[in-house]
């Protein structure tokens, strides 16, 4: 059984920084791409930034320059680094990784329950 856990959300005022966490815990051989996708009230959920097992990253247009996506593959664990947040960045984020729970098992994805970021003042 794999279990994905998200913090780290919550209220913030335009312009101010959060970070988000992610730790995989469970059945785990191999870890591959994880990564953060969001969900706004009314709209289908993005891919907002992802990183491979190599360290190399991907970013949504809207976040490039204020959104870094780093791990820890030690700690099974995936980060989420929002400054200069907007209010159109309000939605609830969802962590993303794809792995194998044994050696010769095919990838599989999982998610996480999401956690709520709004950014209002």
């Known amino acids: 059984q794999v279990q994905l856990v998200e913090s780290g959300g919550g209220l913030v005022q335009p312009g101010g920084s959060l970070r988000l966490s992610c730790v995989v815990s469970?059945?785990?051989?191999?870890?591959?791409?994880m990564g953060w996708y969001r969900q706004a009230p009314g709209k289908q959920r993005e891919l907002v930034a992802a990183?491979?097992?190599?360290?190399?990253?991907n970013y949504a247009d809207s976040v490039k320059g204020r959104f870094t996506i780093s791990r820890d593959n030690a700690k099974n664990t995936v980060y989420l680094q929002m400054n200069s947040l907007k209010p159109e960045d309000t939605a609830v984020y969802y962590c993303?990784?794809?792995?194998?729970?044994?050696?010769?098992?095919?990838?599989?994805?999982?998610w996480g329950q999401g956690t709520q970021v709004t950014v209002s003042s």
């Open positions: 469970g059945s785990i051989f191999s870890i591959n791409a």
């Open positions: 990183i491979t097992s190599g360290g190399s990253t």
């Open positions: 993303n990784a794809v792995l194998r729970t044994s050696l010769g098992s095919r990838p599989n994805t999982y």
